[in-house]
C-alpha cells in the first residue's frame, strides 16, 4: 500500500530581517544574486508553473516604464542581461556588470525585480515559451525527461510531486492575474536572500536592502514540507518514446542534505560509485570501460538537473528532502535489460563489500579537491553562500573540506548500510517498445549479453550471475505512459 501524506498549511512565521551576503573584491566585475525562499512547492497542483511563469516574467518582461525589448537593448551594450532559476523552494535571479555601467544595470535589475510591468503580451510569450521547454524541450531529452519523472513519481501526493516547469494543462490555464497573486504573496522580504560580490562602491548594499524593503515584510500561506511516500515495492515508470536508446533512472528518496551529519561521507560514496561526467566511478569502469555498454553511468545524492550540459551541478536548488540516483545511460535496446540488471548488481555489492581503503582514500583526496571547483566564480561562491544560509550550515567549501578530512572507511561503509538499498526501488525506462520492456521486465527472463569482442573470463563469469538477476517487479507495478502525456 502507497501511503500519500496531506499537504498541511501553516502560517509563515513572524517576518525576518532582509538577508544579505556581501562579498567585495578588487574585481571590476559586479555580481547580483538575488534568492527568494519560495518555488513551485508553495503552488497549487492545479496551477503547476505558477512559480515559474512568475519568475520568468520579472526576468523576461518589461516593467513598468520600460518594455522588455527596451530593456534588452539597454543592456546589450553592457554585454549584460537577467536569468531566472526555479525549484521547489528558490526562485533565483542572477546577473553581474561592470562597475562602470552598476548604476545603470541596477536600475534596470531593481525595477524589473520591483515593479513589474506586468503586461498582457509578455505574459502570452512567456507562457508560450514555458509549454513548449516541456512539449519541445523536455520530452525530446531522454535524460532530463526520465529524471524529473523519476522525481515525480518518488514524491506523488507532496508538495514536490509536480514538475517545477509545470504542465501543458496547467500552464494553458493560468492567468496574468494568477501570476500577480502569486507575486503579492510569495515575493517578500522573509523569503529574501540578497547576494552580491565584486567591486561595488561603499554604501551600495545598504542602499540596495533599502530597496527591497518596497517589497511586502511577510509571505503568505504555504505547504508545510513533508516526506514523500514510503515505497513498499520496486515500481517501474515507463515513458515511451522513439528514440534510439534507452536511459534508466533508479532511485530512493534519503533522509540526508546538507545540514545532516552524514553528508559527507553518503557524497563520498555516491562519488566512488560515479562522479558525475568523471571516468573514475565504479560504475563507468563495471559498465563502459570493461563492457562498452554505454556512455554515462553516475550517482547522486543531490537533485542535478541540465546534467547533459554540466560538469557541476548549480548552486540555489537547495531543498528539505533529496533522493539517491543512479543515471545509466543511454544503453542499446538489446542490452537494457542487462545494464540495469548490471547497475543494481553493482549497488547490491557496494552495500555487502562497503567501500575498500584505497578507494575510500583516493575519493575523499578527489572530493577535497574537486569541492574547489564548484566556486570558481564569484556567481557559484554568492550561491552555495545562499545555499548554507538556507541549510543553516557553515561555507559549504571549507565545511566539507573539514568533513572530509575527518571522515574514516568505518563511517563511509556505515552511511552505505543505513542509507542504500537495492529493494524498493523507483525506476524510470525512456524507451521505445515499451510493452516489449515491460513484458521483459515483468518476465523474469534471463537477459544474456553478448559482445562484439571476447570479455576477459572475471567478466564472462560475472555476467552468467548478472543476466539472471530476479527484479522482483510485479506485473502491476509496471506502467507505460507515451511521452506525449507526460507532464501533459
Known amino acids: 500500500m502507497r501511503l500519500l501524506l496531506p499537504w498541511l498549511l501553516l502560517v509563515s512565521s513572524a517576518p525576518a530581517q532582509i538577508r544579505l551576503l556581501a562579498r567585495p573584491s578588487p574585481s571590476p566585475l559586479v555580481t547580483f544574486r538575488i534568492v527568494f525562499t519560495t518555488g513551485s512547492a508553495v503552488e497549487p497542483r492545479?496551477?503547476?508553473?505558477?512559480?515559474?511563469?512568475?519568475?520568468?516574467?520579472?526576468?523576461?518582461?518589461?516593467?513598468?516604464?520600460?518594455?522588455?525589448?527596451?530593456?534588452?537593448?539597454?543592456?546589450?551594450?553592457?554585454?549584460?542581461?537577467?536569468?531566472?532559476?526555479?525549484?521547489?523552494?528558490?526562485?533565483?535571479?542572477?546577473?553581474?556588470?561592470?562597475?562602470?555601467?552598476?548604476?545603470?544595470?541596477?536600475k534596470l535589475l531593481r525595477a524589473m525585480l520591483l515593479d513589474p510591468g506586468w503586461r498582457e503580451d509578455d505574459f502570452q510569450r512567456v507562457r508560450d515559451d514555458?509549454?513548449?521547454?516541456?512539449?519541445?524541450?523536455?520530452?525530446?531529452?531522454?535524460?532530463?525527461?526520465?529524471?524529473?519523472?523519476?522525481?515525480q513519481n518518488l514524491f506523488e501526493g507532496t508538495p514536490y510531486g509536480h514538475y517545477s516547469g509545470g504542465t501543458v494543462g496547467s500552464l494553458e490555464k493560468l492567468t496574468l492575474d494568477d501570476v500577480k497573486q502569486f507575486y503579492r504573496t510569495q515575493y517578500s522580504q522573509s523569503h529574501l536572500i540578497l547576494g552580491i560580490a565584486g567591486g561595488y562602491p561603499g554604501g551600495f548594499v545598504e542602499s540596495m536592502k533599502k530597496d527591497f524593503r518596497k517589497l511586502p515584510a511577510g509571505a503568505g500561506f504555504r505547504p508545510r514540507m513533508v516526506p514523500p511516500p514510503f515505497i513498499d515495492a520496486t515500481r517501474v515508470a515507463i515513458v515511451e518514446k522513439n528514440?534510439?536508446?534507452?536511459?534508466?533512472?533508479?532511485?530512493?528518496?534519503?533522509?540526508?542534505?546538507?545540514?545532516?551529519?552524514?553528508?559527507?561521507?553518503?557524497?563520498?560514496?555516491?562519488?566512488?560509485?560515479?562522479?558525475?561526467?568523471?571516468?573514475?566511478?565504479?560504475?563507468?569502469?563495471?559498465?563502459?570501460?570493461?563492457?562498452?555498454?554505454?556512455?554515462?553511468?553516475?550517482?547522486?545524492?543531490?537533485?542535478?538537473?541540465?546534467?547533459?550540459?554540466?560538469?557541476e551541478p548549480p548552486p540555489n536548488l537547495a531543498r528539505h528532502f533529496q533522493i539517491f540516483q543512479l543515471w545509466i545511460r543511454p544503453v542499446e535496446p538489446p542490452a537494457a535489460m542487462f545494464a540495469l540488471r548490471l547497475a543494481l548488481h553493482e549497488l547490491d555489492r557496494f552495500i555487502k563489500d562497503g567501500i575498500p581503503q584505497d578507494g575510500f582514500e583516493r575519493t575523499r583526496d578527489f572530493l577535497g579537491k574537486y569541492v574547489n571547483v564548484l566556486t570558481r566564480t564569484k556567481g557559484a561562491e554568492l550561491g552555495y553562500l545562499i545555499d548554507s544560509t538556507y541549510y543553516g550550515t557553515a561555507n559549504y567549501v571549507?565545511?566539507?573540506?573539514?568533513?572530509?578530512?575527518?571522515?574514516?572507511?568505518?563511517?563511509?561503509?556505515?552511511?552505505?548500510?543505513?542509507?542504500?538499498?537495492?529493494?524498493?526501488?523507483?525506476?524510470?525506462?525512456?524507451?521505445?517498445?515499451?510493452?516489449?520492456?515491460?513484458?521483459?521486465?515483468?518476465?523474469?527472463?534471463?537477459?544474456?549479453?553478448?559482445?562484439?569482442?571476447?570479455?576477459?573470463?572475471?567478466?564472462?563469469?560475472?555476467?552468467?550471475?548478472?543476466?539472471k538477476r530476479p527484479l522482483h517487479l510485479r506485473p502491476e507495478d509496471i506502467k507505460v505512459a507515451p511521452a506525449d502525456q507526460v507532464f501533459q
Open 46 to 106: 492545479a496551477k503547476a508553473g505558477l512559480a515559474y511563469l512568475t519568475a520568468m516574467m520579472l526576468a523576461g518582461g518589461g516593467t513598468r516604464d520600460m518594455t522588455y525589448q527596451q530593456i534588452v537593448d539597454a543592456m546589450f551594450p553592457m554585454a549584460a542581461s537577467v536569468s531566472a532559476q526555479v525549484d521547489k523552494e528558490m526562485c533565483t535571479f542572477a546577473g553581474a556588470t561592470h562597475v562602470d555601467n552598476l548604476k545603470e544595470y541596477y
Open 243 to 311: 528514440t534510439r536508446s534507452v536511459a534508466f533512472s533508479i532511485g530512493f528518496p534519503i533522509g540526508v542534505t546538507r545540514a545532516s551529519p552524514d553528508y559527507a561521507a553518503l557524497l563520498l560514496a555516491a562519488s566512488y560509485l560515479g562522479q558525475h561526467r568523471m571516468s573514475g566511478g565504479v560504475l563507468y569502469d563495471r559498465m563502459r570501460e570493461k563492457r562498452g555498454l554505454n556512455y554515462g553511468d553516475y550517482a547522486y545524492i543531490e537533485y542535478f538537473p541540465y546534467g547533459m550540459f554540466l560538469m
Open 130 to 151: 514555458a509549454i513548449n521547454a516541456i512539449k519541445v524541450g523536455l520530452r525530446s531529452n531522454d535524460e532530463e525527461l526520465g529524471k524529473e519523472v523519476l522525481y
Open 398 to 467: 571549507p565545511a566539507l573540506k573539514a568533513s572530509l578530512a575527518r571522515l574514516t572507511r568505518d563511517d563511509v561503509n556505515r552511511v552505505i548500510q543505513r542509507y542504500l538499498r537495492v529493494d524498493r526501488l523507483a525506476i524510470v525506462a525512456v524507451s521505445k517498445n515499451g510493452e516489449e520492456l515491460k513484458r521483459q521486465l515483468a518476465s523474469g527472463d534471463p537477459s544474456p549479453m553478448t559482445y562484439n569482442s571476447p570479455k576477459p573470463a572475471e567478466i564472462a563469469e560475472e555476467d552468467k550471475v548478472v543476466e
